[in-house]
């Protein structure tokens, strides 16, 4: 079956430092890559919607300039967390998906800001 | 916010007994879909409805799809200890992406 391998699972950083979490699937191509954020007993919320080779589609009321998103292949595609602050600490959870696997999840990461 | 409605929020019951979850959406959906997630962790797909389809089986759950009424419901029966979790219904809408319902928390008690 499909695999989505997410790193780190767990990372803790100091305020102001940037943090880069990857998503990679394993034994198949994503045709598209989404990325979620998880507050604590709450549901996803959807970030934004990456192709590879092209810019990331940002939901309303995300920063892009705050969460860099990079599609570089098919297989892979980052986050990275700029200039962290402790509102910022929360759980990152990256997905995606293929016309045969349909949508398929990493483990996720959970990012504490110090 | 596109965000769907789950209800309850939180539900506990008994080793044996019956959970069912209600989610509504407010959007013309492609597919919804089932998810569980146990504490702290990734997310278990496990159920898929198309947007003609009415009801589905999958082992002990049974998911309904009332599209006229932008509704669905999941059924576990028989539960076990090990079902304690969060479960999130999601809908893939036009753009195909899947946007996540607020989630119930379900506690099955031994």
């Known amino acids: 079956g499909a695999v989505v391998s997410q790193h780190p699972s767990r990372v803790i950083c100091k305020s102001g430092t940037s943090v880069k979490i990857e998503c990679r699937s394993l034994?198949?191509?994503?045709?598209?890559m989404f990325w979620y954020r998880q507050f604590p007993k709450q549901s996803l919320m959807l970030m934004a919607t990456?192709?590879?080779?092209?810019?990331?589609?940002?939901e309303q009321g995300v920063e892009k300039d705050k969460f860099l998103i990079n599609h570089a292949s098919l297989t892979l595609s980052t986050l990275t967390v700029t200039s962290a602050h402790p509102e910022d600490s929360s759980f990152y959870i990256c997905?995606?998906?293929?016309?045969?696997?349909?949508?398929?999840f990493g483990s996720g990461t959970r990012l504490t800001v110090v | 916010s596109q965000q769907g409605e789950e209800d309850p929020q939180a539900l506990s019951i008994q080793e044996g007994e019956n959970a069912t979850m209600n989610c509504s959406y407010k959007?013309?959906?492609?597919?919804l879909q089932w998810y569980r997630q146990n504490s702290g962790r990734g997310l278990v797909h496990l159920i898929l409805?198309?947007?003609?389809?009415r009801e589905k089986h999958s082992g002990r759950l049974r998911v309904t799809l009332d599209t006229s009424k932008k509704s669905s419901s999941l059924l576990i029966t028989a539960s076990r200890a090990a079902d304690t979790a969060s479960y999130f219904c999601?809908?893939?809408?036009?753009?195909?992406?899947?946007?996540f319902g607020t989630g119930t928390r379900l506690l099955v008690s031994p």
């Open positions: 997905s995606a998906k293929q016309e045969r696997y349909g949508y398929t």
């Open positions: 999601a809908t893939e809408q036009g753009f195909q992406k899947l946007v």
């Open positions: 409805i198309r947007s003609n389809e």
């Open positions: 959007t013309s959906i492609n597919n």
């Open positions: 034994d198949f191509q994503a045709t598209t």
């Open positions: 990456s192709n590879e080779g092209s810019k990331a589609t940002y």
